[in-house]
């Protein structure tokens, strides 16, 4: 018999796309505004909404929305910041844009999230804030980084690019409750999508009143912040920004997007759960946790092997097989530019090298077919063989 030959490739990750989402986006095509119109607010509306917080920017993505965070909690020159060295590169970047330093503490071997103890041991004179990131959706360990922020008066901008969604302690990422500013992005294979972009949350109305004017290029034209008032075009510019604006035609799709994330996370869960079924009793794997007091969002499923070799090979082999997998990420430490502008060097970070060498990311996202995880799981156990 012959046998039928699978021509899709499974990708780690894609986004969901409905005819309501197109809908969204060609009435906007249609309307008066591409850019600046009503969708933006919409948009923000929705998101604060949907986390609890009180305020939000919308932006063109989630590094923009990163560097934003930092310019409004005014990193500059000599300050320190720490992060998880397991992250995109973004989440250090950022600091690096406002002329900062990056510090990073190694990650808690379970959940692959900056590990405070870690946190703690790296605090100086010169720490200004921390960025814990919510690797693969599963909060880090808010009550422990807010305590360490509170006693060393540290901001807390939570790096949320892979959470929308997630729940910690009952409480919806982004709403707020651990920090002052969170960070979302929109790119595609992230919960929701807008094509680019991002968001920063905050219930601070000083940082949202700074974020909107970073946002264009440092202007304003709100009355109390202008010197003088030469009449009904005058604007200023009180700081240096960006152009970091996020569209109506993206906003339109992130309403719609949204709508349904409730239902993309369930989706997401319920492939998890077939992953984790399939693949528990394999002793040759560390499959993600979910700890007791969070609702983790499911970004991405990341095992570990526990024999490293086997990555390398196994990565190769499910590539031949039409499998898409990933590995999130190469610790930034490891990273020419860090090495040689600020002196990292491997062997500093032990667990997030060790995870590095044994993770590999397998396909998950919401519209994959239980017989398509099904599908991944025999492949990965066949191309072990
Ligand atoms: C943890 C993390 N931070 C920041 C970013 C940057 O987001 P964007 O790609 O929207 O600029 C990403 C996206 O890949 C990310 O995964």
């Known amino acids: 018999m012959v046998k039928m030959m699978r021509k899709r490739k499974i990708s780690y990750g894609r986004q ?24 933006i607010r919409e948009f923000e509306e929705a998101l604060c909404r949907y986390t609890g917080a009180k305020y939000a920017v919308a932006v063109s ?16 020159p000599g300050d320190e910041v720490i992060t998880s060295p397991v992250t995109f590169l973004a989440s250090a970047n950022c600091v690096v844009y406002c002329g900062g330093t990056p510090v990073f503490a190694d990650i808690d071997e379970e959940t ?20 814990p990131v919510h690797f693969a959706g599963h909060p880090a360990d808010m009550a422990a980084i807010r305590r360490i922020a509170r006693k060393r ?21 982004g709403g707020g409750a651990y920090s ?9 294979v992230k919960n929701i999508t807008t094509g680019e972009g991002g968001a920063i949350l905050t219930n601070r109305k000083d940082l949202y009143e700074r974020l909107q004017i970073f946002r264009t290029h440092g202007m304003t034209k709100t009355p109390r912040l202008l010197t003088r008032n030469d009449g009904p075009w005058y604007y200023e510019m009180p700081v240096l920004g960006y152009n970091y604006r996020i569209t109506d035609l993206q906003c339109a799709l992130g309403v719609s997007q949204l709508r349904k994330l409730d239902r993309f996370l369930d989706q997401r869960r319920t492939h998890v759960e077939t992953y984790h ?43 031949r097989e039409g499998i898409l997998p990933q590995v999130h990420y190469i610790p930034i430490h490891l990273q020419p530019y860090y090495q040689k502008r600020f002196g990292y060097r491997r062997g500093q970070f032990p667990f997030a090298e060790q995870y590095y060498e044994r993770a590999m990311t397998l396909p998950l996202y919401p519209q994959l077919r239980k017989c398509d995880v099904r599908h991944v799981v025999q492949t990965l156990i066949k191309v072990l063989a």
């Open 16 to 39: 969901t796309i409905t005819k309501d989402d197109i809908k969204a986006v060609t009435d906007v095509l249609r309307s008066d505004w591409l850019s600046q119109g009503p969708k």
């Open 61 to 76: 993505n989630g590094t923009a929305a990163l560097h934003m965070a930092c310019l409004a909690a005014g990193i500059a």
């Open 112 to 131: 692959v999230n900056i590990d405070p103890a870690a946190i703690e041991k790296k605090i100086s004179a010169r720490t200004k804030a921390l960025i």
């Open 153 to 173: 008066k540290l901001l807390v901008i939570e790096d949320a690019c892979h959470a929308l969604g997630a729940e910690y302690r009952g409480k919806k990422i």
């Open 180 to 188: 002052d500013m969170t960070v979302f992005s929109f790119h595609p």
């Open 277 to 319: 079924a399939l693949l528990a009793q394999d002793s040759r794997f560390i499959l993600p946790v979910e700890k007791k007091d969070v609702k983790a969002a499911w970004h991405i499923f990341v095992i570990q092997f526990k024999d490293a070799a086997l990555r390398d090979r196994t990565f190769q082999a499910l590539l």
